[in-house]
């Protein structure tokens, strides 16, 4: 897809058209550009109700032979960065499904935000929201038509510039979130944990950052008993992959580290899980394809920091040497564990990771990100994840994080009394809680891994790595929720907590 950028009006060109249409029964202020004929159509659709502007309700019309395609993005005055990321999706899609492989569109004006930002905005909305996995279709689906050519309207000669910018952002954000959107919908034969690794390495040369992946015997060598607990039931070697970026001016300063978990297929192991859509668990990897990227795309866009990613990649089967039920391991960081529930795999495996971020690093602050826990879709469902942390002005910086990059996050409270839970009458913990807050309880364990004096925060995304249907830029299945917040986080990130 090419994003062809040009100064000029709506009067001019033959070219289907993407317009915005507000909620409120009137016409919006930026109609006011609107040839009038094309305005009086929209007037029509308002005052008869056919289109209310609700946010991402589209509408196709031929006006004065040439096609349009009204989308809906809210009240005018609450329009976000998000609403036209969401509205760009959902208008691109509309106008594939109406046959066309090439629109125009212009930009809105977005309270608070500058002309980049909106670009950006509807550059990523534009390539998320017509993204499409058929890599294992024979006969290509009808809708997979691809765009070829966007062409935005710039009004103000004097923005050319910015939206340029806005929009190669844009696209690299949205090709790193899409390259993870394919890794997390691969199934599991196709993307086992050493593919995974061979990914990291790829993208690694391509945008040169450094990677390593630490085999079962280096992992032995480390003491990191609880991935390779996890990883007994399975044929496939489990790999710990190490990233590191170094930005322009980072040298020397401490690092931000981003853990992933990455679950290329959870079965519960030996704790099985019930069969009913167990299929859906090729995607509890999508902790680990947020952070690969997410240093993609903050190696591309070249930000000024020092981030390290750490990932513990493995398959949870029960496989013959399977880990029981009452089995003991120690994790890296020397605490031991005892295995109640071996499908509670995320935390064991994200506790060698915090220990080995512990031991060779010193990280200014830690956010790891994992499909944990089933109690996090129940509690939240899909339209944020979990976050819970041990230090508030962390949290607020995540969390602020996930605002602005419309992937929002909610603070669950990680109180000393939730710790209880997670006492074992035989090690040092158990990796169950009492069956009450199984997303707090999850963070509990982990918080003893992570320890108290790195600012750490957890993120629970089991809700909203994986969409149920299309919703905006969101296409039905893997989402890569986490890229977008970690970019926004390391490019607002200041060395400071
Ligand atoms: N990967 C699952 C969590 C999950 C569930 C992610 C649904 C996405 C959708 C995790 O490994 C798991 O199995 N968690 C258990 C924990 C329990 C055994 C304490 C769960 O949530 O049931
Ligand atoms: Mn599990
Ligand atoms: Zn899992």
New binding site residues.
Partial sequence: MIFKVISGGLNSGKEALLLGLSEGGKLPAWAAAWPAPIRSAAEDLLKTKRVSGKLNETFLLPVAGRWIVFVGVGKAAELTLDKVRQASGTGARRILSAGFDRFTRGLLPVPNASVKQVAQAAAEGTLLGTYSFTQWKSVKPADKKELKIVTVLVGNGKDLSAVRKGIEAGRQVADSALWTRDMVNQPANKLTPTMLANEAKSAARKFRFSCRVLDMKAQKKLGMEALLGVARGSREPSKFIVLEYKGPGSAGKKPLIWLGKG?TF?S?GI?I?PSEKME??K??MAGAAAVLGAMRATAALKLPVHVVGLIASTE?LPGGSAQKPGDVVRAMGGKTIEVI?T????RLVLADALGYARKYYKPAAMVDLA?????C?VALGQHCGGLMGTNASWNKQVEKAGQQSGERVWELPLWDEYTEAVRSDVADVK???DGKA?TIT?ASFLREFAGEEIPWVHLDI??V??ADGDRGHLRKGATAFGVRLLVDLAAGWNGKV
């Avoid at 499908?343 to 995320?346: H, I, R, S, T």
């Fill in positions: 679950i959870d519960g704790s899980k859906l668990m995607y509890d949870n529930n499908d509670a795999e995320g499909t944990l826990t089933g109690a879709v990796n169950v809680g199984g999850a089991a809700g790595a994986w």
